[in-house]
Nanobody
Framework: VQLQASGGGLVQTGGSLRLSCAAS????????VGWFRQVPGKEREFVAL????????WYGDSVKGRFSISRDNAKNRAYLQMHGLEPDDTAVYYC???????????????????????WGQGTQVTVSS
């Protein structure tokens, strides 16, 4: 199984970026896909999550209304569209896939990185002030 995150870069405050997560080696529709981010010295933070069929989405409080998660199951890809970027959004962003059949309904589990089975390598997002 491989997850490949891409699309990061340097952007000014207020700008937009779209991250992509390409998956292979798994039955993509069977997995919920989440995005997390991490700043050096801090714990990984939950950003967003989408169910396997794409019908349900959830967001971390700090990104609600600015970020949007989506997926294209025909292409085995998930996306994170980010608008209104702020310097505090600067981090390495990771995509992860998890079999959420038993935990998608529980908020604490959705944001728990231990619930995710596979992780991508991360892509750097830097927002300049």
């Amino acid at each position: 199984v491989q997850l490949q995150a891409s699309g990061g870069g340097l952007v000014q405050t207020g700008g937009s970026l779209r991250l992509s997560c390409a998956a292979s080696g798994l039955t993509f529709t069977s997995y919920a896909v989440g995005w997390f981010r991490q700043v050096p010295g801090k714990e990984r933070e939950f950003v967003a999550l989408i169910s396997g069929a794409g019908g349900s989405t959830w967001y971390g409080d700090s990104v609600k209304g600015r970020f949007s998660i989506s997926r294209d199951n025909a292409k085995n890809r998930a996306y994170l569209q980010m608008h209104g970027l702020e310097p505090d959004d600067t981090a390495v962003y990771y995509c992860a896939a998890g079999d959420g059949r038993h935990w998608l309904s529980r908020p604490n589990d959705r944001s728990n990185e231990r619930r995710y089975d596979y992780w991508g390598q991360g892509t750097q997002v830097t927002v300049s002030s």
